[in-house]
């Protein structure tokens, strides 16, 4: 009798010894590839995308399901019950569908600004088109949350370095002491040193948290580039020489070597879009840099459309705040909520201005 061609049955111990292959990457990224070609349509589709999605994106790493997060947010197709999902989540999902998704809608920016952080919120102030009324609430909560975080988080680093005393040590606490209240401890201070460590969207909250800082000192402030300065720089990026572009950096800018280092070797780009803005150099010097220094960075469509959308909304004071952060011996910048912006008080009278002695003086006169 001929043999049969094949191998016949599998025998269940070599199943058993395969390794694990965990096959929710794939899938997610098989997910996102067909959702970007063909959206899915009807409401029961809809429905099961959302929760296959959320499955997925919830067992993979963080880095994985953020990467495809970012082709998800702008899609105008995204299911609006994804959105609100992801914008509730890690700032690193949630940060790209509160800036980028077309999906949320006025009202559900307002409900999630009332459940979300300041680094959230900060996320969903950089929208392209966010109304006045929703542009003060966001201020009003993020100065608000900031504070009471900051003053929480003091309060526990001085309690856990203060050692607990022996319980025969105790005083005794008399029955009708009036308790006594505690100062309010000083806000955090912003961590604008780690600029360089932190990622896209952390970076955009710092910046948004950096315009509550009153304006720098004249004497503080970068000053404009110098006539030969943007030459300079155009020949020593076409030489992709790092090391005369750091210079450049260190002495236009005053900045430690290490930051001026920390400046050229930025691939994503934003550190010298912070120097531009700062120095008042126009974006076309800045991409120019870009093509030379970055090639990846320099050469991508959607990477330049990013930061010029970066450049474009980071304001002149935030820059210099940073660029001044960058240099020795700067102290960490603090939020003053004495000095704060009108938009965080509404509806709130001028204080009257105090009348001089020669003006009471004519009052009484005439």
């Known amino acids: 009798m001929p043999s049969l061609s094949g191998s016949g049955p599998t025998p269940p111990h070599d199943t058993a010894r395969r390794p694990f292959q965990d096959t929710r990457p794939a899938m997610l990224r098989l997910l996102v590839r067909e959702f970007l070609r063909q959206p899915v349509p009807g409401e029961a589709a809809e429905a099961r995308f959302t929760t296959l999605a959320i499955r997925l994106i919830e067992g993979v790493d963080l880095a994985v399901a953020a990467r495809h997060v970012r082709e998800l947010a702008a899609h105008p197709a995204l299911p609006r019950a994804l959105a609100r999902h992801l914008a509730a989540g890690p700032l690193s999902l949630a940060g790209p569908i509160l800036r980028l998704s077309p999906v949320l809608a006025e009202k559900d920016l307002s409900e999630l600004a009332e459940q979300l952080g300041p680094a959230h919120l900060a996320a969903m102030a950089a929208r392209r088109e966010v109304t006045p009324a929703l542009a003060k609430r966001l201020a009003e909560l993020t100065h608000r949350r900031s504070h009471v975080s900051g003053s ?189 912006p009108s938009m965080r008080s509404f509806n709130a009278p001028y204080a009257a201005a105090a009348a001089t002695a020669s003006t009471e003086s004519r009052q009484r006169k005439s």
């Open 152 to 340: 929480e988080g003091a309060r526990e680093a001085a309690a856990a370095e203060m050692p607990a005393p022996l319980a025969e040590e105790r005083p005794a606490v008399p029955p009708q002491a009036a308790p006594v209240e505690t100062p309010a401890a000083e806000p955090a201070p912003l961590p604008v040193p780690e600029f360089f460590l932190a990622g896209p969207e952390e970076r955009a909250s710092l910046i948004a948290r950096l315009v509550t800082l009153p304006p720098l000192a004249l004497s503080e402030r970068p000053a404009a580039a110098a006539a030969g300065f943007i030459d300079e720089l155009l020949d020593a990026a076409k030489a992709k020489d790092a090391r005369a572009l750091a210079g450049l950096m260190e002495r236009a800018l005053h900045v430690t070597p290490e930051n001026a280092v920390r400046i050229i070797a930025d691939e994503t780009g934003q550190a010298l879009a912070v120097v531009a803005r700062a120095l008042g150099l126009s974006f076309a010097i800045l991409s120019r840099v870009l093509f030379r220094l970055h090639p990846v960075a320099g050469r991508s469509a959607g990477e330049m459309a990013r930061l010029a959308e970066m450049f474009d909304e980071l304001p002149l004071a935030s820059a210099q705040h940073l660029v001044a952060s960058w240099r020795a011996g700067r102290r960490p910048l603090r939020e003053r909520a004495e000095e704060a």
